[in-house]
């Protein structure tokens, strides 16, 4: 392989790129003649499909000059190359899985016990996927704004294929994005229940941060999307608050996975109700977050009663406040009419739930509540 004459082909047709960094045809194809020549570089021909987690890029050859040539742009011919033949060496990828916080400020970046970190987002390592939201932060013509992420470290093992290979049925990458997802959506979760009860932590989509020096891989990684309210805003979040979720998390990973998993539907449910303006939206998942609690999984009669009767053990309700607040509840629910009570608000039961899940981890268990009909059916 005559590596000069490559590096001077990449060079030719960095020096003709126009304003949106693309290089002209002529120059492409080229360069294209020489990475085939080279014989070094088929596995970026054929459409061959470089697998990061469970999305990928598939390139052919002029897709793939074009890439290097975007990047000469920046650092130079030969530094471009080298970048290519050191992936080309690597078994394995060092990268970040990140979940998108929508307006979300802080004052310092924080990392928690289970290793994601809290940082803003020009903190994140250099790569084409911060340049641009770096970009739109002050010119987002889509309704948000990107200030700070959740982040982690993960390795991926390279994954080159032809789109038409046999391949076995492999399903350890999905399940390792699937646990990075939800390793950064319970940190997020915590963190909003650290935060006050007006106060919640939304986001936008979970991805991959693919580094600079990779950036021919990051044109094929897609996003997973959450599906929530957008219209909260909010204080920066404080050190004090990074600390407080900080030890409910180390509470939470001690907790076993059944009451995780039960804890996480009222977490998320709470953070709806404070990054969502719709009272009918609020009051549903607020008695969602009341059922969660204060009844067994078992039980589905006498609901306001049963509910009346324990919220007193983990809020400052009475059991007449408590059964007024799931009537406050019930009815924006099932009339679909805005609720009026001087003393009674969304907020108010916000606060109080928020105490409540914040004793459940901290206790290490949902409380097992007594079948008082039982009792009473025994003293019959």
Not at 107 to 112: E, K, L, Q, S
Not at 220 to 234: D, I, K, M
Not at 351 to 361: D, V
Request: glycine share 4%; hydrophobic share 40%; net charge negative.
């Amino acid at each position: 392989m005559n590596v000069e004459k490559l590096i001077e082909a990449i060079q030719t047709a960095a020096a003709q790129v126009d304003p949106y960094g693309l290089a002209p045809r002529e120059a492409l194809r080229e360069l294209s003649a020489h990475l085939r020549k080279s014989g070094k570089y088929e596995e970026f021909d054929n459409d061959c499909i470089h697998a990061i987690g469970t999305s990928g890029s598939a390139f052919t050859m002029d897709e793939f000059a074009q890439s290097i040539v975007r990047r000469a742009t920046v650092v130079g011919a030969a530094t471009a190359l080298q970048e290519v033949n050191s992936y080309q060496a690597a078994d394995h990828l060092h990268l970040e899985q990140i979940l998108l916080l929508h307006n979300i400020h802080i004052d310092n970046a924080f990392t928690f016990s289970n290793g994601v970190r809290l940082v803003d987002l020009e903190d994140l390592p250099e790569s084409p996927l911060r340049d641009s939201l770096l970009r739109q932060r002050w010119s987002s013509q889509m309704g948000w704004r990107i200030d700070a992420v959740l982040a982690t470290d993960f390795i991926a093992k390279k994954d080159i294929r032809t789109q038409d290979e046999d391949r076995k049925t492999d399903w350890s990458a999905l399940n390792e994005q699937s646990r990075l997802i939800k390793l950064l959506d319970d940190t997020r979760l915590i963190l909003s229940l650290a935060r006050p009860a007006d106060y919640g932590v939304p986001a936008l989509a979970a991805t991959t941060l693919v580094p600079t020096n990779l950036s021919f891989l990051e044109r094929g990684l897609a996003y997973n999307p959450f599906a929530e309210p957008h219209v909260a805003f909010g204080p920066e979040i404080l050190g004090i608050e990074a600390q407080r979720a900080g030890r409910l998390i180390s509470a939470f990973d001690s907790l076993n996975e059944e009451t995780q998993d039960r804890l996480r539907i009222a977490l998320k449910r709470l953070n709806d109700v404070k990054i969502d303006s719709n009272w009918a939206n609020k009051a549903i998942n607020l008695r969602i977050c009341l059922e969660n609690i204060f009844l067994n999984p078992e039980e589905g009669s006498q609901i306001a009663r049963r509910i009346s009767e324990r919220a007193p053990e983990y809020t400052s309700f009475s059991k007449t406040r408590a059964r007024k607040v799931y009537a406050f509840l019930s009815k924006a629910v099932h009339t679909g009419e805005t609720q009026q009570h001087p003393r009674i608000d969304e907020r108010m039961i916000a606060g109080e739930i928020q105490n409540a899940l914040r004793q459940i981890i901290d206790r290490g268990a949902y409380p097992v509540w007594p079948d008082t009909n039982r009792d009473q059916k025994s003293n019959l």
